[in-house]
């Protein structure tokens, strides 16, 4: 397992029982993602002080590197496992090389345990951009009350009222910064669900410039989980997934959406308990694949 060590952003290799403690990222991908050889060619341009015309190439990629919006958040996830005193974070979109199709593969089939074994798992809703402080004692009006809005529509979850009526100013006024919370894109990715259900431990943030401001942790927000997925409860406080039935799994993942048509099955192996060979390029077959595993 590829960790990026959150002090100085540079990688190391770790197997079996040797993998320390880590912190995960969920999120969604963006323009501007940094790629495993870039944040390499990064760490070797730093070590190098660019002592040769040769590094002074790497300082011109490292500086580009460093501008890209996918770089900062990465940033941003070190810094905050450092606060937490973790040493080292893992980032899909950095700590895997998807050069190497083996190692593609192997990431892919073992995410949902690398999840499932972080220390903590931080969501970074890259499009919730407001989020006041609460008091702790108000918290539990708030959650109440954006749930009743809730349940007072169609019931099927498909999203927040963006108005109400004149007797609920007030309270809507309060709870609004919740509803871009809940009405987010992070919970219409197909690999956000196993992102959400394998950690034990997760922390919701907000993008607020300069840098992430917390939400709350799933526990805070599990009322509202709830209400947004259709996931259980013991589900999302680690219950056992395989003892749900095959058609609650798949009833979670139907209205999600992924980039590559085979990623509708690829992000679901680990909610089965299943592995098997990825082959982008099959579209809707790897879903048929993954149905007869």
């Not at 004692?137 to 529509?153: H, L, S, T, V």
């Not at 609920?168 to 309060?174: D, E, K, M, T, Y």
């Not at 919740?178 to 919701?204: C, K, Y």
């Not at 009322?223 to 259980?232: F, H, N």
Request: negative net charge.
């Amino acid at each position: 397992m590829r960790l990026l060590r959150a002090v100085d952003m540079t990688f190391h290799e770790f197997e079996g029982s040797s993998i320390p403690p880590y912190a995960i990222l969920s999120h969604r991908w963006e323009g501007e993602e940094v790629t495993y050889q870039e944040m390499r060619d990064r760490a070797s341009a730093t070590a190098t002080r660019f002592r040769s015309t040769n590094d002074q190439e790497l300082k011109s990629q490292t500086a580009a590197t460093e501008r890209k919006s996918g770089f900062k958040k990465i940033r941003q996830c070190c810094e905050q496992a450092s606060e937490d005193m973790i040493e080292y974070v893992w980032v899909d979109t950095c700590c895997i090389d998807k050069s190497s199709s083996a190692e593609l593969s192997e990431a892919i089939n073992s995410m949902y345990v690398w999840y499932q074994q972080s220390i903590v798992c931080y969501a970074y809703l890259t499009d919730v951009h407001t989020w006041p402080t609460y008091r702790a004692e108000d918290a539990d009006g708030a959650w109440a009350g954006i749930i009743d809005i809730y349940e007072r529509q169609d019931g099927n979850g498909g999203g927040l009222k963006s108005r109400w009526d004149s007797g609920h100013v007030l309270a809507w006024q309060r709870l609004e910064p919740i509803t871009h919370v809940m009405n987010s894109a992070w919970w219409t990715r197909g690999w956000t669900l196993q992102e959400l259900i394998a950690p034990s431990e997760m922390i919701f943030y907000a993008n607020n410039s300069p840098g992430w401001s917390k939400i709350g942790d799933k526990r805070a927000l599990l009322e509202l989980i709830v209400k947004r997925t259709g996931i259980e409860k013991h589900i999302l406080l680690g219950g056992d997934v395989m003892k749900c039935s095959v058609a609650q799994r798949m009833s979670w993942a139907s209205e999600r959406e992924t980039t590559r048509t085979e990623d509708l099955a690829y992000c679901l192996l680990g909610l089965f308990g299943v592995n098997m060979p990825l082959l982008y390029g099959e579209g809707s077959k790897a879903f048929l694949r993954l149905q007869v595993r």
